[in-house]
């Protein structure tokens, strides 16, 4: 079983920034991708970012171009910063990791509310 631990979140002005952290209890590299997902009130969950095992990037259409996925490998831990905030980011975003073996596992979520 892979856990997974999110922190950053809370509440940011509009057109700040926003950067979250997902520490696995695995190796990355145990892992087939990692990265986030978010869920608005009354919507689908959606793709925020992620990294694969190797390296391969993806944005979802919401943030490209105001996001930066990034991981550390030796802390088993993938970050990503969202930049120039709107009320329409808020949701609750969730770790998301695919083992080797295909199987999904998501963090418990975060709150981000982006509000003056």
């Known amino acids: 079983q892979v856990q997974l631990v999110e922190s950053g979140g809370g509440l940011v002005q509009p057109g700040g920034s926003l950067r979250l952290s997902c520490a696995a209890s695995?190796?990355?590299?145990?892992?087939?991708?990692m990265g986030w997902y978010r869920q608005a009130p009354g919507k689908e969950r959606e793709l925020v970012a992620t990294?694969?095992?190797?390296?391969?990037?993806k944005y979802g259409d919401s943030v490209r171009g105001r996001s930066t996925i990034s991981r550390d490998t030796d802390k088993n831990t993938v970050y990503v910063q969202i930049n120039g905030l709107t009320a329409e980011d808020t949701a609750v975003y969730y770790c998301?990791?695919?083992?080797?073996?295909?199987?999904?596992?998501w963090g418990q979520g975060t709150q981000v509310t982006v509000s003056s």
């Open positions: 998301y990791a695919m083992s080797l073996y295909g199987y999904d596992h």
């Open positions: 990294v694969t095992r190797d390296g391969g990037l």
């Open positions: 695995v190796s990355v590299f145990r892992l087939n991708a």
